[in-house]
């Protein structure tokens, strides 16, 4: 079955680099997303990678995906205060479905 | 920018009472989409919508769930019968299709049940 683990917390200082990872299950994973929740706030689309790509960079944001491995990471450059949420990756496969990880949650120290 | 919109953003309740919750999907989306959150857990998928009829649901999505877009702007999740389990954030999410499924998200209805 579907399956999408996250680790729980980081903590970084701001300025530094934050690498967030995801391991995923469903090698025929067609899409894998992350998304960025902050308090009381819904799920933003933060960006997506197809399942044929390593790399995908888009501004601060770095999406690596390792599809030997099933491993998935968002780095974050020059991370700041306003970064710190709780992030999910997220995968879908044939279905119109998401199946999410459990969030890490990102502290950003000044 | 567009944005899916939610109502309310808390609904209080008693336990077995209906609750009606709404949402406005973007509008030239076609899919729409309910998925909830337990206070601690992950975000769990419940239904996906589709030419005005239900696509795919998951096992969470029992007798007890149904939807309805009863016009051409909303799209609406009812639970008949709440239960206490029933208790979470609920999000709407809505795409224009077409294979990649960017997701656009509500900031949800935090559902309390008493």
């Known amino acids: 079955g579907e399956d999408v683990e996250q680790s729980l917390f980081l903590s970084v200082r701001e300025g530094d680099s934050s690498v967030i990872n995801c391991t995923y299950t469903?090698?025929?994973?067609?899409?894998l997303y992350w998304y960025k929740q902050e308090p009381g706030a819904g799920l933003q689309l933060l960006t997506y990678?197809?399942?044929?790509?390593d790399m995908k960079q888009d501004q601060r944001l770095t999406v690596l995906l390792n599809k030997k491995d099933k491993h998935l990471s968002l780095r974050i450059a020059d991370t700041q205060t306003g970064d710190s949420a709780i992030y999910f990756c997220?995968?879908?496969?044939?279905?119109?479905?998401?199946?999410f990880g459990s969030g890490t949650r990102l502290q950003v120290q000044p | 920018e567009p944005e899916v919109t939610q109502t309310p953003s808390h609904q209080v309740t008693q336990m077995g009472q209906e609750v009606i919750l709404r949402c406005v999907p973007i509008s030239n989306h076609l899919y729409f989409y309910w998925y909830r959150q337990i206070l601690g857990q992950k975000v769990e998928f419940l239904v996906s919508f589709y030419n005005n009829e239900i696509s795919e649901k998951s096992e969470i999505f029992d007798d007890q769930f149904s939807v309805e877009r009863p016009d051409g702007s909303n799209f609406t999740l009812k639970i008949r019968s709440t239960k206490l389990e029933d208790s979470a954030m609920y999000f709407c999410a809505s795409s224009l299709g077409g294979g990649n499924e960017k997701l656009f998200f509500g900031s949800g209805t935090q559902l309390s049940v008493l």
């Open positions: 469903d090698s025929s994973s067609t899409y």
């Open positions: 997220a995968e879908i496969t044939g279905r119109r479905a998401l199946t």
């Open positions: 990678i197809f399942s044929n790509m």
